[in-house]
Structure formats: structure tokens, C-alpha cells
């Protein structure tokens, strides 16, 4: 997801304006970050990143009024707004009108989901790219492996970390290790290179095995052959895969044909075949 | 000269939540009540998906990170082109107990 909020906030505690009590700050914080804003606790000293744009600072003021704030190099709109006697729930409110139009990610409405690659584990060997139909993987300039679409990844569809024979892809959303990122272990390292299988499954016999079903159903069912039936049979052939908790019903029903899935699977396999070739060899 | 203190990052997994609520309402709490500043973002995961330069700027100076397995947080910083130094800490809210995590951090003021 591209969207930015170059916007955050500052819980200001410091001269001009009161302490806040510790419930009365957790509330407000736990509030705001739910509903998606990073908030600094900080005096004075709060530093500002590059590419930030605005900043919003909430205290109780000393008199009830929110100062005029400018930033004296004019990189950064500054506003303040006095929070006394405000809920949890208005502040924020208050926070979103003040955002105003800039967009952001909402949570409950997107979830980030994409493969974070462990590079002290990675061996880039390529499978993960090989393996990818939604093109979420790609090669830097340098021959590395790389994430580079990952708003193509399909939400909670972990696959393609069981593909990778070192352990090296992450969903740090996953529910259990060593995928969400605990410390691999060496029988994981044992159970996921035998799984490497899967690749293969995926990439031949997997489509193959597709395709003949698909034929199959012409032969039977060629008059009443429909696309909701094709659907059907590739999702008998993905159950094992499902029921392992690999493939989500949702990932499944937004395949593609059998032979778009087939080129995709080709021009996934040359491009990590290319990049292989290009690689300079290990040195020993 | 000594090293500056390092500073303080909690992680909220906003949008899908991974961290027990009571776990991170817990350290979330201790936090709010201890003297030390600290900053707190929705959700890590959220940040280096979009690859937010604000991560670039918390990597830039010792921290200690509050969010899940440091394997995990360690490279969704990298994926954001914003490596963490060496000298980074942890504390997994997955792993540890509120009391446990709170032990590890600035007492309450
Ligand atoms: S499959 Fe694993 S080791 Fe191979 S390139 Fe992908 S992440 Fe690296
Ligand atoms: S880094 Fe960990 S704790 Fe933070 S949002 Fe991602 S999964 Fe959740």
C-alpha cells in the first residue's frame, strides 16, 4: 500500500502545559494508535523524519488555549489543539478532522501482509521467485532476491515460506513460527527442505495434474462446462494444500486459469533462471 | 563518553492483531506511567510495507524495540531500507509476560 500518513502526533507534556495523569495518557495513546496514528511521547527534544509533513501537538494547555505554532524553516505545517476535558474517543475525532484529506491505511480495512526476507538466512537460490504467480518477487540491480510487489501477496496465504529451503521468508502476521519470525530451529530447517517438494507440486505436477482434471471435465461435462465448474476442479486439486493451512479458500478462488497459471509459472521460472545466470559464482 | 540511553519504540500490531491485548495494554500502561518519553506507531508491519522514512530516522540512533520476535523486526526495518544497528534491543511481546516485559523496561515514576 503506497498511502502515507506524513502525519503524527505529539502528546505534549512539557512547559505551558499540564502533566497528564498515567490512565488519562494510556487512554488517550491506546486510542490513538488504534485507530492507526504513531504518537510521540516527548518534551521539546521530538525529532521530525524526512518526507514528514505535518504534525499535530495535543496538551492541556496551561490556559486552555492552543498556541499558533510555525516552524521557523517552513518544512513542516505545525498545528496544536488543546485536549482538556476531551474523551479518548473525541481526540481522535479531533485527530481525524485535522488529518483531514490526507490519506492513510485504516486498520480493520487492510492487513499488511507480505514476505520479509531474512537475508542472514537466504541463500538466493530463487525458488521463492519461481514459485510466486502474483509477481510479488523480483532481483535488485546487484543479483539479489527481493521483494519488490508486495501489494500483489495475498492475504494469509503463507505458501511460498514453505518453499524456501533455508527458512528465510517471514509473515511476521502469522500465527505460528517459524514463520511470524521465531528462531528457526534445526528441525524446522529438516521439515522445510523436505518441503521443498512442494515447489515442484506447485510448478509441474500441480498444473499438470490441473490440466488433465480440466480436460477430464471437457470430455465428461463438455456441454454443461462452465467456469464456475472449472473453479470447482482446481480446487479439489489445492485441498492438500489447503488443508495444510497453506493456501487460503480466498487465494484459491482468485486463481487464474490452468493456462494463465501455466505462462505465469514459466515466466516466473525464467526470470529467476536469468538471474541465476547473471549471479557471479559463490566464491569458495 | 558514555552512549546515549537508548530510545524507546512500542509497537501496537494495530492492524492485525498478533500481541495478547493484555500484553501490550499492560507495557502500553507501565510506559504511560513512567517519566521516560517514548514513541509509539500503530503498527511496524503497516510502516515497512509502505517503506515510511520514519523508520529510517528511529534506526539512526540506539533503541530498544517493544513489539514481536526481533528476527521479524529486525528485517522488516531492512525491507524498509532502514537497517537497525547492532547495538538495537529487544523485548517480544509475544513471548514475554506483561510483568515479564515491564521488568525490562524504566520503572514507574
Ligand atoms: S527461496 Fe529462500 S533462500 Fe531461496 S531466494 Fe527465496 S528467500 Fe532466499
Ligand atoms: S512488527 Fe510485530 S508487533 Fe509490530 S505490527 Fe508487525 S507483527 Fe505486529
Known sequence: ?284 | MSSPEPRLLYCRCAYAQVLPQDVKDGVLHHLCSAAHPFESVADLCEMSARRDPRLAELASAPLTIIACHPRAVKWLFHAADAPLPDSTEFINLRTLTAPEACQLLPPPA
Not at chain 1, 482434471?213 to 471437457?218: G, L, N, T, V
Open chain 1, 1 to 284: 500500500m503506497s498511502l502515507s500518513p506524513e502525519f503524527s502526533v505529539l502528546l505534549y507534556e512539557g512547559r505551558g502545559s499540564q502533566a497528564l495523569p498515567p490512565d488519562r495518557r494510556f487512554a488517550l495513546c491506546a486510542a490513538l494508535l488504534d485507530r492507526g496514528y504513531s504518537v510521540s511521547r516527548a518534551g521539546l527534544g521530538a525529532r521530525l523524519a524526512p518526507g514528514q509533513t505535518s504534525l499535530l501537538v495535543l496538551a492541556e494547555f496551561d490556559d486552555g488555549h492552543a498556541p499558533d505554532l510555525e516552524d521557523a524553516a517552513h518544512a513542516i505545517a505545525l498545528s496544536a489543539c488543546d485536549i482538556a476535558g476531551l474523551s479518548p474517543d473525541a481526540v481522535t475525532d479531533l485527530v481525524e478532522r485535522r488529518r483531514g484529506s490526507q490519506p492513510m491505511n485504516q486498520p480493520g480495512l487492510w492487513k499488511p501482509w507480505f514476505p520479509v526476507i531474512d537475508y542472514s538466512r537466504c541463500t538466493n537460490c530463487m525458488q521463492c521467485l519461481s514459485f510466486c504467480l502474483f509477481d510479488v518477487y523480483g532481483v535488485s540491480k546487484d543479483g539479489k532476491l527481493q521483494v519488490q510487489n508486495n501489494d500483489n501477496c495475498k492475504t494469509n496465504c503463507p505458501a511460498c515460506s514453505r518453499v524456501c529451503p533455508e527458512v528465510a521468508i517471514m509473515f511476521p502476521k502469522y500465527s505460528s513460527g517459524p514463520i511470524n519470525g521465531e528462531p528457526v530451529s534445526d528441525s524446522d530447517v529438516k521439515r522445510e527442505k523436505m518441503k521443498v517438494d512442494i515447489s515442484a507440486l506447485l510448478g509441474g505436477d500441480l498444473y499438470a495434474r490441473l490440466r488433465e482434471r480440466s480436460d477430464e471435465a471437457k470430455t465428461r461435462f463438455s456441454k454443461e462446462r462452465d467456469a464456475s465448474k472449472a473453479l470447482a476442479e482446481r480446487k479439489k486439486c489445492l485441498t492438500k494444500l489447503m488443508a495444510e493451512g497453506m493456501i487460503p479458500a480466498d487465494v484459491l478462488a482468485s486463481l487464474p486459469s490452468p493456462e494463465e497459471i501455466q505462462r505465469r509459472a514459466t515466466a516466473a521460472a525464467a526470470k529467476a533462471e536469468a538471474a541465476l545466470a547473471a549471479a557471479p559464482s559463490p566464491q569458495p
